[in-house]
Structures are given as structure tokens and as C-alpha cells.
């Protein structure tokens, strides 16, 4: 009996936690905030990411409050319209968890490699 080659894919998912073990900033509010610098607006960039408005606001300000930074500067509707953008806290944030993000996803990539020779 010829056994089939076990096809091993490594998987890791990224979040930042506070000192009490709870999670602050992860990949749902990253897409967020990338989405929010692209758009400069928090309403496109929910609609982007598939966030109702509502709850794409409540994330930012869940992360901020946790943070104890401003990620996002918001400015009120009018003529001109309301609009977004990141703060310089916010554009580090992403940076660098995308950064490691990125770090990982090689490393994960020289597993697979790795992996495939176990066949």
C-alpha cells in the first residue's frame, strides 16, 4: 500500500496584546487603518473592509483607548465633507505590524520548504 504525501502548510495569525493579556491591534483593525489611509475616510475604508461603519469606529477607538494614542485624526462633516487620515502613532503602528507580518509569512515560507522535503 503506497501511502499519499502529507501536505504540511504552516498557518500563523498576528496580534498585538496589552500587559493584561488582551488583544489591542490585530489584522482586522491593520486592513482598517490601511483602508483609512488609502480612503481618507473611516466610511470608505469600512465599507472597504466589509466593517459596518459603526463597528470599524469602535475598533479605532477601542485600539486607541488601549493604546493610549490617537491612530486615526478625524474631521467633522460640513461643505468640504468629513475625512481621515492616520496619526503618526497610527502610520507606526501599521509599519510595523506589517513588518513582522511580513517576517513571519518568510519565515513560514522557509517551513514550507522545508516541509516539502519530508515527503
Known amino acids: 500500500m503506497t501511502k499519499k504525501p502529507v501536505i504540511i502548510r504552516p498557518k500563523a495569525k498576528l496580534w498585538f496584546e496589552d500587559g493584561k493579556g488582551q488583544a489591542i491591534f490585530g489584522e482586522g483593525v491593520a486592513d482598517l487603518l490601511a483602508a ?9 475604508a469600512s465599507k472597504h ?4 461603519y ?9 485600539s486607541e483607548k488601549h493604546l493610549e494614542r490617537k491612530l486615526v485624526k478625524r ?5 468640504a465633507g468629513g475625512g481621515a487620515e492616520l496619526t503618526v502613532a497610527g502610520e507606526k503602528m501599521l509599519k510595523q505590524y506589517r513588518k513582522i507580518q511580513r517576517s513571519i509569512e518568510k519565515f513560514l515560507e522557509t517551513f514550507q520548504r522545508a516541509s516539502e ?3
Open 117 to 119: 522535503q519530508w515527503r
Open 75 to 79: 474631521f467633522k462633516g460640513g461643505k
Open 36 to 44: 483609512i489611509d488609502k480612503y481618507k475616510s473611516i466610511s470608505a
Open 49 to 52: 473592509t466589509g466593517m459596518s
Open 54 to 62: 459603526r463597528y470599524a469606529l469602535h475598533r479605532v477607538s477601542l
